[in-house]
């Protein structure tokens, strides 16, 4: 059985100040790497590319702001970052990475629309019709009334990239610590509405998502958490063997936060099968193809 690697939020810019991607010349080595892996496939959960912060208004101007099209912000991307954009667009066309946009980067639904990228990628994972969802993880967020009308959503997220870019570059840290004071439930709201989510899908073993930059997993029995585990850099290479074979006692399901690939991180998960059980497995993605967890 072919393993799944999980990734996001990779924010790549266009090389200027706003640029916070973790080491690209790395990260295009990395995908080399992928490359030659035959039993892999990548799945790059969104935010991968920031059309929101590549407007640039010493280059374009104010009033390009609302002109230019996704396609025109991705040309500025790729002129910055060549060999990751060539690269994934390769292993896409290969059927070797599969991409999930999020919400900085809901216009690549159309920039690379012959590559069929979807907003929720549902992964058949075993005989036993047991399924990953592998999605960005932003719908389950209190703004979530903006997903999929592209007529709000795009200039909206794009005034704010303007704001990240210009007033400062985690404007959107800032703003979720301000929502956080308003409101210290916000983040446990999240993961009951990912919990609720899942609970409906009786067939998905493992939920995969990224967006909120942790990594996290999470093990829900009956309806009931009976896990939660917040990892850090300190903690990985962190690995959980889970049996494949019929629970007498119950059903688990299990969250997974993919974690981010900026300011210093370079999370991945892998999933997969290895005799009588499923390992996922959280760590650094210049080893995570290297290593041998079982």
């Not at 992928?34 to 920031?50: E, P, R, S």
């Not at 446990?188 to 930059?213: A, D, I, P, Q, W």
């Not at 074979?245 to 688990?252: A, I, N, P, T, V």
Request: net charge positive.
């Amino acid at each position: 059985m072919k393993k799944k690697l999980f990734l996001s939020d990779l924010h790549l810019v266009d090389g200027s100040d706003a640029e916070d991607t973790t080491h690209p010349e790395e990260f295009s080595e990395f995908l080399d790497m992928v490359k030659k892996k035959k039993n892999v496939t990548m799945y790059a959960l969104g935010d991968w590319i920031d059309l929101n912060q590549a407007f640039d208004l010493k280059r374009n101007g104010i009033f390009d702001l609302f002109r230019l099209d996704s396609c025109d912000l991705f040309h500025f991307i790729k002129e910055a970052h060549p060999k990751i954009i060539e690269k994934s667009e390769y292993l896409m066309k290969m059927g070797k990475m599969k991409y999930a946009p999020g919400n900085h980067d809901p216009g690549m639904f159309r920039v690379w629309k012959k590559y069929k990228p979807k907003r929720r990628i549902f992964i058949p994972f075993d005989k036993k019709n047991n399924r990953i969802l592998a999605e960005h993880g932003h719908v389950y967020t209190t703004s979530s009334f903006l997903i999929g009308n592209s007529k709000i959503e795009e200039p909206a997220l794009r005034i704010l990239g303007l704001l990240e870019r210009y007033l400062h570059k985690d404007i959107d840290v800032w703003y979720g610590g301000i929502e956080k004071k308003f409101d210290p439930e916000k983040s446990e709201k999240f993961y009951k509405n990912v919990r609720k989510s899942l609970l409906r899908r009786k067939n998905v073993r493992f939920h995969v998502f990224g967006h909120t930059h942790d990594t996290y997993f999470e093990q829900i029995k009956n309806g009931e958490w009976v896990l939660k585990n917040r990892i850090d850099g300190e903690g990985l290479p962190y690995v959980r063997e889970i049996s494949a074979k019929r629970e007498k006692d119950g059903y688990s399901q299990y969250i997974v936060n993919t974690g981010c690939n900026v300011n210093g991180h370079k999370d991945a998960v892998l999933i997969y099968k290895h005799r009588d059980k499923y390992l996922v497995v959280f760590d650094r993605r210049d080893r995570i193809l290297k290593t041998k967890y079982h």
